[in-house]
Nanobody, 121 residues
Framework: QVQVVESGGGLVQPGGSLRLSCAASGNIYSVVAMGWYRQAPGKERELVASVRSGGNTNYADSVKGRFTISRDNAKNTVYLQMNSLKPEDTAVYYC???????????????WGQGTQVTVSS
């Protein structure tokens, strides 16, 4: 069994910073990629940032220059440092891990439970 557990999030004023963490654990053979999606009320879920095992990163245009994703491969953990936060960043942030479980041969996407980020004065 595989678990993806997030931490961080909360309420912050515009211009402030938050750091999200996410760890994948359990019966894992290898992790291919990890990252974050977000979903605001009434909107579709969108990719915020991702990082592959080799270190390649990808960001949504709306967060480039403000958010930084990093990864600790030894711990199967990914971090999202969010700076210069804006009200439009308010959403539920979902961590995901594309990984190969020990019980299988192909990558499977696992999701965290989501964490609320609210940017408001």
């Amino acid at each position: 069994q595989v678990q993806v557990v997030e931490s961080g999030g909360g309420l912050v004023q515009p211009g402030g910073s938050l750091r999200l963490s996410c760890a994948a654990s359990g019966n894992i053979y290898s992790v291919v990629a990890m990252g974050w999606y977000r979903q605001a009320p009434g909107k579709e879920r969108e990719l915020v940032a991702s990082v592959r095992s080799g270190g390649n990163t990808n960001y949504a245009d709306s967060v480039k220059g403000r958010f930084t994703i990093s990864r600790d491969n030894a711990k199967n953990t990914v971090y999202l440092q969010m700076n210069s936060l804006k009200p439009e960043d308010t959403a539920v942030y979902y961590c995901y891990a594309d990984l190969i479980p020990r019980t299988g041969w192909t990558p499977v996407k696992y999701w965290g439970q989501g964490t609320q980020v609210t940017v408001s004065s």
